[in-house]
T-cell receptor
Framework: SQTIHQWPATLVQPVGSPLSLECTVE??????LYWYRQAAGRGLQLLFY??????ISSEVPQNLSASRPQDRQFILSSKKLLLSDSGFYLC????????????FGPGTRLTVL | GQNIDQPTEMTATEGAIVQINCTYQ??????LFWYQQHAGEAPTFLSY??LDGLEEKGRFSSFLSRSKGYSYLLLKELQMKDSASYLC??????????WGAGTKLIIKP
């Protein structure tokens, strides 16, 4: 069966510091991968998605970036965090079909102080 | 623009039935998902509807009317563990998943 991992689970970072969140998927090949952010009491905002190694699509302009160095690894990064970057970051995977269900990792709760 | 509307919060009693509505206005339609999200946790998949009608999965059922841009999630025999947020999401004509803000369901004993 497929499993998706994210780490760290929680993170407290000062404004201006860098960020690296990692997501890995097991038990499937060539997944579509997604990064979402969820602000407190709000819906999910799609940040990036990837259909293959090195292929990243950005949904919103921001100071975040994403990379997919391996088929089942997806990384979210920032060079300098802003207060507004605080939130719950979720990685998800789906199959290749465009209507395939997305399955979420456990998430990373980021607080920027 | 694209929009998905759900009630912000609902309250129901343990053992009862509750219906959570979702209406959508999107550029095209390629399916509707319901997810459950407990506080502080990730969303988990509940159901998928692409054709009109009712899909039943145990205590949970999901209904879709494409002509009305409307869906509902029906939860029967409510249990305390059903206290969670329920997210409605629609796949549009570009196969982008559009998310509602979610409905927080509070179950009282």
């Amino acid at each position: 069966s497929q499993t998706i991992h994210q780490w760290p689970a929680t993170l407290v970072q000062p404004v201006g510091s860098p960020l690296s969140l990692e997501c890995t998927v097991e038990g499937t090949s060539n997944p579509n991968l997604y990064w979402y952010r969820q602000a407190a009491g709000r819906g999910l905002q799609l940040l990036f998605y990837s259909v293959g190694i090195g292929q990243i699509s950005s949904e919103v302009p921001q100071n975040l970036s994403a990379s997919r160095p391996q088929d089942r690894q997806f990384i979210l990064s920032s060079k300098k965090l802003l207060l507004s970057d605080s939130g719950f970051y979720l990685c998800a995977w789906s199959g290749l079909a465009e209507t395939d269900t997305q399955y979420f990792g456990p998430g990373t709760r980021l607080t920027v102080l | 623009g694209q929009n998905i509307d759900q009630p912000t919060e609902m309250t129901a009693t343990e053992g009862a039935i509750v219906q959570i509505n979702c209406t959508y206005q999107t550029s095209g339609f390629n399916g509707l998902f319901w997810y459950q999200q407990h506080a502080g946790e990730a969303p988990t998949f509940l159901s998928y509807n692409v054709l009109d009608g009712l899909e039943e999965k145990g205590r949970f059922s999901s209904f879709l009317s494409r002509s009305k841009g409307y869906s509902y999630l029906l939860l029967k025999e409510l249990q305390m563990k059903d206290s969670a947020s329920y997210l409605c999401a629609v796949t549009d004509s570009n196969y982008q998943l559009i998310w509602g803000a979610g409905t927080k369901l509070i179950i009282k004993p």
